[in-house]
């Protein structure tokens, strides 16, 4: 398996290092590091960064870390080696990736960071992070409201190593703790995963037959819980997801999800390729290294104007 | 007025209260608190008796607009407002912040939530053109985000910014009485600050002080 992964990553270089030559464009290229584009969102960050760069004149080097530390660590040595311009980079992991990013300053090629933060400040030029307390704030006032303001509830709570699981769960609670009315009988990670979310939600349900809701981390997640909850014909469950994918404004306009929470991601990764761009025609990006966007609730009232992690003016 | 008064005194008290419980665990009281997330609520409690009191309430009263002279500026479009009067939030996409303070007759009143609200008629029409959070659920971080003396990028992480959006928001309800009974109907006087992101949404205002008339 590794030695399998090993040998991918290669030929990915080498069709890379083979490549630039005769496609490189005028300003060079910029390399696109995201989780895997199974999830839509990551999907969008890289088409939104691949889109903006190429009207920039870069060429773009799309890749997928996994949420593997170690094949990113690689995937960097890849670029490294591939001379490329700079790195947009949605990390996998806080703490594992601060090294990763540091080659690629000791190369002399700057990374702009998107989505996800890394506990080190310095080392990545930029790192534009969606608000996601902010974010997480909104889903839960909406799910406090939908609830009644009291209920037995549930958390699916996001994979472990990803600082977004954290800081969501924390904003959900900042909000629902502070009614007393609502209980949390169950809380479980299904790490960011549908199918695992599919298999929590029906055990939950299982030990906790009053649940009333559903507070996910993010909207695959919501996704699995509410299929469980259609099989079981608990269709009453209030879901409330976060991210603002496609697959979750089709389930609030069939009235099945009842809210979740945009994040930016097309506009986000845009974004960073422009300050990458900025950086480096001039050195500078002008801006503070992190910056916040607020996050956006998403419900029955605005859903539609909702397409691939862009809300519609 | 007095009523105000004495309810700061609380605040006041109840801030130093917490500031005395961190000396009474923290041990030496020179030490600064750690960076990390441990430290938060130590350095949270710090910042709000350095800038609550001394520097924001101020700021707030002497840089309220009324809500003709707010409506007046947004009719000039949301970004020339809130360059001459507001304050804007960390970020792309955050909202523009102004203070704001007036009077208005409550046209309905929410009071048996965690998250009570007035809502409140000031130019006359019979209509609410604003709502009054009287907490203890606050929504928003407009008190931090209009305070020029925070600054995102001095913070830890959205974690620690988040804190201390909670505990200004803890605080400002904290010196808010509720109104006895319905108030429907009624002229009630406020000073606040609100969040817009465009110049036509419902103003949502997190009151520094309520005064419902008899």
Same mark, same amino acid.
């Given at each position: 398996m590794n030695l399998k992964r090993r040998l991918l990553v290669s030929t990915v270089a080498l069709a890379f290092a083979g490549a630039l030559p005769s496609f490189a464009a005028a300003e060079g290229t910029i390399a696109i590091i995201t989780p895997s584009h199974d999830n839509p969102f990551f999907k969008a960050e890289a088409d939104g960064a691949a889109a903006k760069a190429v009207e920039l004149g870069y060429e773009a080097m799309i890749l997928v870390h996994d949420d593997d530390a170690n094949k990113q660590s690689q995937l960097f040595d890849s670029a490294i080696a591939a001379g490329v311009k700079a790195i947009i980079l949605d990390n996998a992991g806080a703490d594992a990736s601060v090294a990763a990013v540091q080659k690629a300053k000791d190369a002399g090629i700057p990374s702009f960071l998107i989505d996800r933060e890394i506990t080190s400040t310095g080392v990545a030029v930029s790192q534009i992070v969606s608000n996601n307390y902010q974010g997480a704030q909104l889903g839960a006032e909406e799910f406090v409201r939908l609830m009644g303001e009291g209920g037995e509830y549930a958390e699916l709570l996001g994979r472990e190593s990803d600082t977004n699981a954290g800081i969501r769960s924390q904003g959900y609670h900042d909000v629902i /703790?502070?009614?007393? /009315? %609502?209980? %949390?009988?169950a809380q479980q990670t299904a790490n960011w995963s549908q199918t695992e979310a599919y298999t929590v939600m029906e055990s939950m349900l299982q030990a906790n037959p009053g649940i009333k809701g559903v507070i996910s981390g993010n909207d695959t997640m919501a996704m699995g819980a509410w299929a469980a909850l259609e099989a079981a014909g608990r269709t009453d469950v209030i879901v409330v997801g976060f991210d603002g994918s496609n697959d979750v404004r089709d389930s609030i306009a069939k009235g099945g999800i009842k809210a979740t929470v945009l994040q930016p991601a097309f506009a986000q990764a845009q974004m960073a390729v422009m300050q990458a761009d900025q950086f480096l025609k001039? !050195?500078?990006? !002008?801006?503070?290294e992190k910056q916040l966007m607020d996050c956006v609730l998403i419900t029955a009232d605005n859903a539609a104007k909702l397409e691939t992690f862009a809300l519609a003016e | 007025m007095k009523q105000l008064a004495l309810t700061a005194a609380c605040v006041a008290a109840v801030l130093s209260l917490s500031a005395c419980k961190i000396v009474k665990t923290g041990g030496d009281t020179d030490k600064a608190p750690a960076a990390d997330a441990s430290g938060d609520d130590a350095r949270i409690a710090a910042l709000m008796t350095e800038t609550w009191e001394p520097k924001l309430i101020p700021a707030i009263t002497e840089r309220a607009l009324t809500p003709a002279a707010l409506r007046t500026a947004l009719a000039g479009g949301l970004e020339a407002a809130g360059t001459a009067h507001g304050k804007a939030g960390s970020g792309v996409g955050a909202a523009w912040n102004f203070a704001i303070a007036g009077e208005g007759t409550v046209t309905a009143a929410k009071l048996d939530t965690r998250a009570r609200v007035l809502d409140v008629d *000031? +130019? =006359? +029409? =019979? *209509?609410?053109d604003l709502t009054l959070q009287l907490g203890p659920v606050v929504k928003g971080s407009a008190l931090r985000d209009f305070s020029p003396f925070y600054d995102f990028s001095g913070f830890r992480d959205q974690i620690e910014f988040a804190k201390l959006g909670r505990a200004l928001n803890d605080a400002a309800s904290a010196r808010l009485t509720v109104p006895e009974g319905d108030p429907t109907g009624k002229t009630v006087s406020f000073t606040g600050v609100l969040a817009l992101k465009s110049p036509t949404e419902t103003w949502l205002v997190t009151p520094i002080s309520v005064e419902v008339m008899p």
């Open positions: /703790d502070q009614y007393p /009315d %609502m209980k %949390m009988v001039t !050195g500078a990006t !002008g801006l503070e | *000031t +130019d =006359g +029409d =019979g *209509t609410a």
